[in-house]
């Protein structure tokens, strides 16, 4: 059981936007950086954002993140169907002094 | 280029020991800031972070499998391992290593995976 929740599904016609939540509490989020990976199936997953907002190089800039308090959000604007993977946030949690994922959401383009 | 590559027995029997290798290329395992990660998957679920170790040795467990659960790390080889002993059948996965980068605790690169099957 993961400690961070995100939509289980979200989806949008293509060249819209979807946005995916990542809901933690203060041990994990409130107080560390949270990163973004992309995985499509039978492959590994791929590191999308880190430092809450940063882009790695080639990571297009329709992606992007951001961090709240307690919770952390993927925003993927320009929706294309090679969008169409899981995506998972990630982050330490100081109380457990471990990793940890959320839940996974899988991205539809309709 | 740093590339990471799992390396192991695909198939353990119940009550055995899972044991993988990861082998990382392009980089030393013992650079400051780093740390060096195994994650599982099981087949339609989610990521599950399983441990790392650093490269001052310190080492760290998900609390869900910490007392079956050892991490190694051999600089000669500029390898790590992961052992798992009283495998069940919950343990089956794909299983990832991977970088931890210890100052914000992103994941990048990752292994391709090895998928690892308990069953007698």
């Known amino acids: 059981q993961s400690v961070l929740t995100q939509p289980p599904s979200v989806s949008a016609a293509p060249g819209q936007k979807v946005t995916i939540s990542c809901s933690g509490s203060s041990s994990n989020i409130g107080d560390k950086y949270v990163s973004w990976y992309q995985q499509f199936p039978g492959t590994a997953p791929k590191l999308l954002i880190y430092d809450n907002n940063k882009r790695p190089s080639g990571i297009p800039d329709r992606f992007s993140g951001s961090k709240s308090d307690t919770s952390a959000t993927l925003g993927i604007t320009g929706l294309q169907t090679g969008d169409e993977a899981d995506y998972y946030c990630?982050?330490?949690?100081?109380?457990?002094?471990?990793?940890?994922f959320g839940t996974g959401t899988k991205v539809t383009v309709l | 280029q740093l590339q990471l590559q799992e390396s192991g027995p695909g198939l353990v029997k119940p009550s055995d020991t899972l044991s993988l290798t990861c082998t990382v290329s392009?980089?030393?395992?013992?650079?400051?800031?780093?740390?060096w990660a195994w994650i599982r998957q099981p087949a339609g679920k989610g990521l599950e972070w399983i441990a790392i170790i650093c490269h001052n040795g310190m080492t760290y467990f998900n609390p869900s499998v910490k007392s079956r659960v050892t991490i190694s790390a051999d600089t000669s080889n500029n390898q790590f391992s992961l052992r798992l002993t009283s495998v069940t059948a919950a343990d089956t996965a794909v299983y990832y290593c991977?970088?931890?980068?210890?100052?914000?605790?992103?994941?990048?690169?990752w292994g391709q995976g090895t998928l690892v099957t308990v069953s007698s």
């Open positions: 991977a970088r931890h980068v210890s100052y914000s605790d992103w994941i990048d690169p």
């Open positions: 990630g982050t330490w949690d100081t109380s457990l002094s471990a990793g940890v």
């Open positions: 392009g980089g030393s395992i013992s650079i400051s800031g780093y740390c």
